[in-house]
């Protein structure tokens, strides 16, 4: 089986193999995308061989053509620099690539015309399914064209029709902090809320207010953040500055609450002695600033794991999946000296 001069310098394709390998062109595309017919083993040895000798690589595009898939997944990311998104989509990009799919990101900047601008983009990609931390609220995704392939949207903790939906139980996650924090004695807590509440799309604060009640503690100050350090940094300094100083801070996420760390210091807020704060996310940040941040840990690679699922098998996923989350206490709480 010997290559000619030609053949090595043009692309060889599908029908090269085939006549080099001595099979049909049917039986190398069996053999590249495993199926749909069972080959001989012996066959499947030749066809490689030939592929190999070729150069050949599975032209993708006529892949996607011929078996109605591309192996590939859309991803759609609100904020390259939140390391919480880096965790979930390394996962991610991990559970693909070891069962042979690519993926594509594509970033919105948390802008809802960007956001559309990029499906559009992905679905003309073909990709198999798309997966999206949304930039809009819940009752702005009816006009996300969805109907294209299977739709997953992650921190979506309510169902969204004809789409699949994966998140961290927010509202459990809330009560678990302040809980947590009433547990130390801290009566008059403050949350640093990084998004806005449009009712449905994000359970965090009413997590916080549900949590309150249950215990019958009177609710603390909401300050209005961004899910971004200078948001925490600025919220923390405003509540400083208040009539209303907390003796402790929950900030519903690290990058808010690594701002909050350096509001404090800058203006000599022992911490936890003056005031604590427990975090929400749990990313590596968390575990190397000063004090360290007790957290509670999103499970980044659950959350990945069930995305990757329900974008490989829709129809056997549920509708919405909540994920539990785990308190790990440090620090910045009271708990470690
Ligand atoms: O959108 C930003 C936040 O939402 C992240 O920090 C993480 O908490 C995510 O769920």
Redo the contacts with the bound molecule.
Sequence with gaps: MEASSTEKKRRATRADVARLAGVSTAVVSYVFNNGPRPVAADTAQQVREAAEKLHYRPNSVARALSTGSSKTLGIVV??LT?P??SGVYSALETAAARNGYSTLFMASHQNPEKEMDRISQLIAREVDAIII?SAQPTSALAGVPRKECPFIFM?QTQPVPGAKCVS?DFQAAVSLAVRHLLGHGYTNIAMLS??ADDGLSDKRIQGWYQAHKETEIPVGPVVQAH?TRQGGYDATLALLDSDHRPDAIFA????EAIGALRALHERHVRIPDDIAIVS??GTVDSQFSWPALTVVQ?DATAIAERMFQAALDPQNTPDLQLIDTTLVPRQSCGCLK
Aim: proline share 6%; charged share 35%; no cysteine.
């Design positions: 609100p904020d939140n919480f998104f931390a921190d961290t990084g998004k899910f519903d996420s690290d990058l929400f996310d999103q």
